[in-house]
């Protein structure tokens, strides 16, 4: 008994840290398939959850007002999520988004964005995560976004940010500032198309690329993900599903997959991201299934394994050259 | 010397055949590129091109107006396609189909659709191709693949069929009886979708299976192509490219490397017919880089090995499960 308590805890101190900035957030959804009062939602949430199934240390730094469930916050800790970097504001709201899919699912209205204690955000990283491994910043202000990597106080082996077509019409230039800073953006293909001014996605990525990151990752839903570095490419498609019923937080769990994957390999070759690509795939693949976080709170390490191999035979084939 | 001959001989003697339906005619093509003249177009032509890049005795089954160069048909030949059962009607006119691309390539307006003698083509099997190991049935109204099919001596390793919406508008009895009879059927997302009534296409693919295929392909241009059989599922990324220049003949040029491979191969398995659907998409990528048949013609073996590579390391993976 002694000695295993000894074990994990030598396990713990050894895990690599992944520090997380994203919103921690109320969401209302609808689908075709029915619709939800304010559910637990938020970027920062689903990629603590899907990181959660790596062997990393990791925290959340986000923002949310003493409306916020203390169950919820309980459930990130459960996950083992360091959450203290998350600021409660007394007398504040939680920040609140509410959206309505398309029939295809491709498509949604924002109904409602009530910026709430978001607008005022000054994210401060916990003390013993400014020398994370590996750092995921989540779709937020860029702003923000760079305010973390100022508080770091050692280099992390990769930074990767996620973005979205909004900071590009109303914070470009902060945008591009902080993208020079970080090795992987995710973003995804119409955005691509707006940052780049190039329709080819291929055009796309290699103008990406000589902002800043090493290597771009577009995000095409449905249709799966591009991995770009240099002349290198890697593609993961999307698991087809029978029904795909809600896609908030898909981009998020595929980030969390991501990030979460490569913090605990601590390998960023261009293979090991291949792999990366892949995890976080098979992650969101679940996402879809159920309302918001639902089915990622259910999801078990077989489940995982099961789907990874579909994944495999998915794709790979035995062409001899 | 005349060892080598008789080699030569035994080796054509020996390969298995594949047969083509499929229109040989006319195209005049507008991209945002540019636009051409009256040049040679037709599925029959690009299936036939592209199934030229296997070792297998093919021949087209098609009809064309006395306006046809003989240049063309020559051009036919001297890719070892047999063109005996291209009938060539004395005072007729050749098929002609001229469209216009919109900006992102992935929709189209067709500008022109004169049938000419295709109105009245009454296909005839050269006799020595009723023994046939493969057929390929080009897009084409229902009741010419069906009669095609009535022409066989011997039942074929492997029936497949391409089709398109214009038939499920209009010929759906004919469409549905001739489906019942084939072994695959190739088709695009919205197009199973129209078929089937279904939005998803793992259940369009499901449905469309119970119609009688025991394979369905379903393609979705830019972003691939997807294999069903029972409850196994294959994916094949279209390569990402820095331009599509034409997709004109894309599609029947995969249905050609598909059923040119599998005639090749003479495996029905699933795991080759991943192969086969990974070499359509890797000649049907060539296709689309210039216009019409223009990049298929000056298309080598090293080339297509080169970018079988590629697509090998696009999409292969090492996570160990």
Known sequence: ??????????????????????????????????????????AGTFIG????????????????????PQEYL????????????????????????SGRYHNDLNSRDTLVTELNV?????????QNFTDSDVVMLGNLHPLVQSSVLDQLTSTPKLVVLDTMNFWMDCALTELLEVIKRVDVITINDEEARQLSGEYSLVKAAAKIHNMGPKYVVIKKGEHGALLFHNKEVFFAPA?????VFDPTGAGDTFAGGFSGYIAQSENISFSNMKNAIIQGSNLASFCVEKFGTER??????????????QFKSLTQFEIEL
């Open 118 to 126: 978001l607008a005022d955000f000054k994210p401060v990283v916990p």
């Open 239 to 243: 698991l087809p599903l029978e029904e």
């Open 49 to 68: 959850l899907s990181a959660s199934h790596f062997n990393v240390k990791s925290a959340i730094v986000s923002v949310v007002g003493d409306d916020f």
């Open 74 to 97: 309980d459930l990130l800790t459960s996950r083992g999520i360091d959450i203290s970097g998350i600021e409660i504001v007394k007398g504040g709201k939680t920040f609140f988004w």
């Open 296 to 309: 990622m709170l259910t999801l078990n390490e077989q489940e995982v394994k099961e789907r990874l191999k």
């Open 1 to 42: 008994m002694q000695k295993s308590i000894f074990a994990a805890y030598l396990q713990f101190h050894s895990m690599n840290k992944l520090l997380i900035v994203g919103t921690v957030a109320f969401d209302a959804i609808e689908t075709p398939f029915g619709k939800t009062d304010k559910i637990l939602g938020g």
